[in-house]
């Protein structure tokens, strides 16, 4: 919970600080952020680490939401990369930080110490995205033999709700009186 908090408060702070103002979309996002940073880490760092894993873990995922989608121009309406991708690289490599008994930690393995620790995560960590990436690969390769990723550009422009599945998702006729509205 504490990285939740942590994250929720570190997302608020980037807001007010560069937007000038704060939004609930992103102190919610800033939880997630805190939550997933704080994942890896939860066993072995104090509250106090805790806290700073969920700030820092949701100031660099606020940061790759804002710049890395557009650095690398990739398509992520909501986001998950940006804050589930990187959140957990920031909170695997927090983990060893905020682990050291310095800090409040619990420590590190017999005969480790925070750099051999450090190399174990990012081993770990590059294992785990190997893995995503492949995975993903073949489940894209799967979807692509079964009609496609993407939808045309007329197709995404009336909306998927009425096109691919034959219904509105919001009757807007009901609002306005005007039937014709709901298709347009």
């Known amino acids: 919970m504490l990285g ?45 680490g805790s806290i700073a894993v969920g700030v820092l873990t949701s100031a660099a995922c606020i940061w790759a939401v804002d710049n890395l989608k557009n650095i690398f121009g990739y398509d992520d309406a909501f986001d998950v990369f940006g804050i589930h991708g990187i959140g957990a690289m920031v909170g695997g490599l927090l983990t060893t930080v905020f682990a050291a008994p ?52 007329e197709i995404e422009e009336s909306g998927l709700d009425l096109a691919c599945h034959g219904e509105t998702a ?10 014709e509205a709901v298709y347009h």
Do not use: N
């Open 4 to 48: 939740g908090v942590g994250g929720a408060l570190g997302w608020m702070i980037m807001e007010w600080v560069h937007r000038k103002r704060p939004s609930t979309f992103g102190i919610i996002s800033g939880a997630i952020a805190g939550l997933v940073g704080i994942t890896p880490a939860c066993g072995f760092v104090s509250p106090a």
């Open 102 to 153: 310095y800090l409040g930690g619990v420590g590190y393995s017999e005969g480790r110490d925070m750099l051999s620790q450090m190399g174990v995560q990012v081993f770990i960590m590059g294992f785990s995205i190997l893995v995503s990436v492949v995975a993903t690969f073949i489940a894209m390769k799967a979807a692509a033999l079964t009609g496609g990723l993407r939808v045309s550009d």
């Open 170 to 179: 919001y009757r807007l006729s009901t609002m306005t009186g005007d039937e």
